[in-house]
């Protein structure tokens, strides 16, 4: 069809703001702001969580393969393919004794990051509560937002980041409808103990809320072991577990996530979704099929290789004069800045490019509190070992 030209000049826009209430103040992403960054400056990008290297060349073969085979070319089954529910399933018994049907209590999604804002949309109600861990991923912060409900921060404080339990108990109101777990949790890298999730639970079960736990970074647990609560009496029929291929398997591109829990739960979850993106990553999800039925070694290795890092970026942020707070998983280490006489960790970050050719995240764009994250710096170390070699080099500079 031509265009037309208008019989009568356009009306002027309406004068409301053109952004929806509840998404106001959200912005941009802190990720993509300092991605940009890295990009525009040139600097060493350990802010971002991304590998550098790809995941493993069989499963980059297998996404081939799956593509020219026309496998997934066209509109995959809503709920993912067969292939992948039933090696989601599989993985959720080898690793955690956990059975969920493929056929009802196993979600695809896009990336870990749809599932959380399907659980979100499809769980709250407006005005409804939702304890998470503060620092807030920045996806929960908005999606509770997009949601209409309210965000009431547990805080974890520097050094251990351990969770108040106590604080816990009080911040649960009649209100209260769902807990917001992350463990191995990002930014900080605490990963919850079995004693803390068997405290969580309880709390859970005594006050009838559910449970949405994000669990992305399952194989990257350096101390202690990773605990699905939705293993724990009274949890399976209130929890929504959230995982994700792109940090296990290293091809965070591919958004391959998914959502195991008892049938209600993935239905109403799925309801939402559906309207979201519906399906994605048809080929991929063959692949990442493939993936998760990798032998007890590639997660071994993932992890040892990864700890080894830690270790190595640790090692050089201490020697660049920071201080360094170990993370038990995750592939991030969050750190102090205030041994540089500094405090504004927003701030230090916008100018370390141009100070030492790095890009952090600044934890405090993850607080409501103004206080609590306000000189904590985040890196990641799923970099090459030249390049994590590299950025402590230049970070020494700050000393000087
Ligand atoms: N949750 C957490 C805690 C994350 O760190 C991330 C970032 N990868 C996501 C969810 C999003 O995962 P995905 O890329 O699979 O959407
Ligand atoms: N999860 C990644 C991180 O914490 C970022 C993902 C994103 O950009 N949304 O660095």
New binding site residues.
């Given amino acids: 069809m031509n265009a037309r030209p208008p019989s009568k000049p356009s009306p002027p826009l309406n004068a409301r703001p053109l952004l929806n209430r509840r998404l106001d103040g959200l912005g941009t992403?802190i990720?993509?702001e300092m991605s940009a960054l890295a990009t525009a400056t040139g600097a060493i990008n350990l802010?971002?969580?991304?590998p550098d290297t790809d995941g493993p060349e069989e499963i980059r073969e297998a996404a081939v393969r799956a593509l020219r085979e026309g496998k997934g070319n066209q509109y995959p089954p809503g709920p993912g393919i067969p292939e992948l529910r039933a090696a989601i399933s599989d993985h959720q018994r080898r690793f955690y004794g956990l059975g969920f049907d493929p056929d009802t209590e196993v979600l695809v999604t896009a990336g870990a990051?749809e599932a959380i804002a399907a659980a979100m949309l499809a769980l709250l109600e407006p005005d409804d509560e939702v304890i998470a861990f503060e620092p807030f991923?920045?996806?929960y912060t908005a999606c509770i937002a997009m949601a209409g409900a309210k965000r009431v921060p547990l805080t974890l404080r520097a050094p251990s980041f351990r969770p108040d339990l106590d604080e816990l108990r009080a911040r649960i109101t009649p209100r209260t409808r769902l807990l917001l777990l992350n463990t191995p949790h990002?930014?900080t890298g605490m990963v919850l103990t079995a004693g803390e999730q068997s405290a969580i639970a309880a709390l859970a079960v005594e006050h009838d809320l559910l449970v949405v736990t994000d669990e992305v970074y399952e194989h990257l647990v350096y101390e202690g072991t990773h605990h699905p609560i939705a293993a724990l009496p009274g949890m399976r029929e209130r929890t929504v577990t959230i995982s994700s291929a792109g940090k296990t398997f290293s091809f965070?591109g591919w958004k391959v996530g998914w959502v195991t829990a008892d049938g209600p739960l993935v239905s109403a979850v799925r309801t939402a979704k559906q309207y979201l993106t519906y399906v994605s990553a048809g080929p991929f999800q063959y692949a990442i099929a493939e993936a998760l039925r990798l032998p007890d070694s590639y997660f071994d290795r993932f992890r040892a290789d990864l700890g080894r890092k830690r270790d190595l970026l640790g090692d050089g942020l201490r020697a660049a004069g920071f201080e360094v707070y170990q993370p038990q998983g995750t592939y991030?280490i969050t750190t102090d800045i205030t041994p540089f006489g500094e405090k504004d960790a927003y701030a230090f970050c916008r100018a370390l490019p141009e100070r030492c050719g790095v890009v952090a995240?600044p934890n405090s764009v993850f607080y409501d509190d103004p206080d609590a994250g306000r000189s904590q710096v985040r890196f990641?170390f799923c970099k090459r070992e030249d390049v994590l070699r590299d950025a402590t080099a230049r970070l020494r500079r700050l000393a000087g």
């Avoid at 802010?47 to 991304?50: A, E, T």
């Fill in positions: 992403t990720f993509a802010g971002q969580g991304f990051t991923y920045d996806s990002n930014p965070t991030f995240i990641t």
